[in-house]
């Protein structure tokens, strides 16, 4: 069937990982806008927390659209000139530059003369006689040089561009420091300055704050309540024309671990598997059930964190086989099988967990005698090890062996561990 091209497709309201429109949840109550636009006349660096994908860009972007704004990501940036160079080009500056000064200079030549061409002082033959006389101009070029970091400063503070630096965890801390030292002059020329990042020790707000005492200022994402993430569902299937029941919205909620992102990818699944395409003609109802919703987390789960699962499982390289170990399902692996094996069984809502927690869990699961604490506790430092790496967009688990507390911190991890077939 031949379909318009202002025909609303699904992929254009369920959008996870874009800039949805239909589905936006600003959460009003919380004026988290309102704290992100003032920060244009507070003269402070703004910081803006929270774990991956849980809607911190989105937020930002609604405030400070990209056509509007200047963006980096911190992805790109390997060294500190990299920052400062990608801003002067973002800006239309220049480091080079020529500059010429002149002197005049008046010839006279006496005699007879016929010249080849227009020009008098130019090849001469023949007997002079008369005068003649012609000035000419010499050009004395200077050249003038401005470092990257000097002209993105001055243009920042003769541009006022609101800039924003979203993935911040992603640069090293060392030139994380770096920067923020040298935009302590365009902030308080009243250019304002947002940092998006993770909570993580990659990223250390404190370590921020060292270098503008008094002048930076943070905002937590607040977790996604239940119903905020169903609001997402209830807007983006009204787009479409659709009805879905409540306590099917609710069930896609609770299963998405407060992250924004996963409740997009699950009616957008939701909308594949049941051929829907493009916005219904009129209102319709689209029953679904428990036990259909149910079955598109695994296929959404083992896109989302098999490769690091696998790597956890596999632990460091190991000189000496490690002691194989039974579990009660049958299947033989080795410690760290039996420890990842264990994080399985978390629930929605315990995504920190004190190492009596998962001890327990891993009494559920073995078959063979349960493992001492100390080898179980440096099994959860090589994990946290493995899963804190500078390719990292986050590290999915940390380990705080002084409090005995593990967190899973990415939702997608956790989301993997809860309803993969791994």
Request: with cysteine; net charge negative; proline share 4%.
């Given at each position: 069937m031949f379909r318009k091209k202002t025909d609303l497709r699904y992929t254009d309201v369920f959008v996870p990982g874009g800039m949805p429109t239909y589905t936006y949840n600003p959460r009003v109550d919380r004026r988290?806008?309102?704290?992100?636009?003032?920060?244009?006349?507070?003269?402070?660096?703004?910081?803006?927390?929270?774990p991956t994908k849980s809607g911190k860009t989105v937020l930002v972007n609604k405030v400070f659209p990209r056509t509007e704004s200047l963006w980096i990501d911190g992805g790109m940036i390997d060294s500190e000139n990299d920052f400062w160079e990608i801003i002067v080009s973002e800006l239309g500056g220049y480091t080079e530059e020529q500059i010429s000064n002149g002197e005049d200079l008046q010839c006279t030549?006496?005699?007879?003369?016929?010249?080849?061409?227009?020009?008098?002082?130019a090849k001469v033959s023949a007997e002079m006689t008369g005068t003649a006389s012609s000035t000419e101009r010499t050009a004395h070029l200077q050249s003038r040089h401005t470092s990257n970091k000097t002209k993105a400063i001055f243009l920042l503070q003769e541009m006022k561009v609101p800039l924003i630096i979203d993935d911040f965890h992603y640069i090293s801390k060392e030139i994380q420091k770096h920067i923020?030292?040298?935009?302590?002059?365009?902030?308080?020329?009243?250019?304002?300055?947002?940092?998006?990042?993770?909570?993580?020790r990659k990223f250390d707000v404190i370590d921020v704050e060292r270098e503008l005492t008094g002048r930076?200022?943070?905002?937590?994402m607040p977790t996604w309540e239940i119903s905020e993430l169903e609001l997402i569902a209830k807007n983006g299937f009204t787009s479409l024309n659709l009805e879905i029941?409540?306590?099917?919205?609710?069930?896609?909620?609770?299963?998405?671990f407060g992250s924004p992102f996963l409740m997009q990818d699950f009616c957008r699944t939701i909308c594949k598997e049941n051929s829907i395409e493009y916005k219904m003609p009129k209102s319709q109802h689209l029953s679904l059930t428990f036990e259909s919703v149910s079955s598109i987390f695994p296929i959404i789960a083992?896109?989302?964190?098999?490769?690091?699962?696998?790597?956890?499982?596999?632990?460091p390289t190991s000189r000496t086989d490690r002691k194989p170990r039974t579990l009660k399902n049958g299947k033989v692996t080795d410690i760290y099988g039996v420890v990842m094996d264990a994080f399985k069984h978390l629930k929605p809502g315990t995504e920190t967990i004190t190492y009596d927690m998962l001890r327990a869990n891993i009494r559920e699961v073995i078959a063979d005698d349960l493992p001492q604490r100390g080898e179980i506790s440096r099994v959860l430092e090589k994990i946290?090890?493995?899963?804190?790496?500078?390719?990292?967009?986050?590290?999915?688990i940390d380990w705080q062996k002084e409090d005995d507390v593990l967190t899973v911190t990415d939702p997608?991890?956790?989301?993997y561990l809860r309803w993969s077939t791994n």
């Open positions: 988290l806008e309102d704290a992100i636009r003032d920060s244009i006349h507070d003269y402070k660096l703004l910081v803006i927390t929270g030549i006496s005699g007879t003369a016929k010249a080849d061409g227009s020009v008098l002082l923020v030292r040298a935009l302590k002059a365009p902030i308080m020329y009243g250019v304002p300055v947002i940092c998006i990042a993770i909570p993580s930076m200022d943070s905002i937590e029941d409540e306590d099917i919205i609710k069930y896609l909620a609770s299963e998405s083992d896109n989302s964190g098999r490769s690091m699962f696998d790597k956890l499982k596999r632990g946290a090890e493995i899963s804190y790496t500078d390719t990292s967009s986050t590290p999915v997608f991890f956790a989301f």
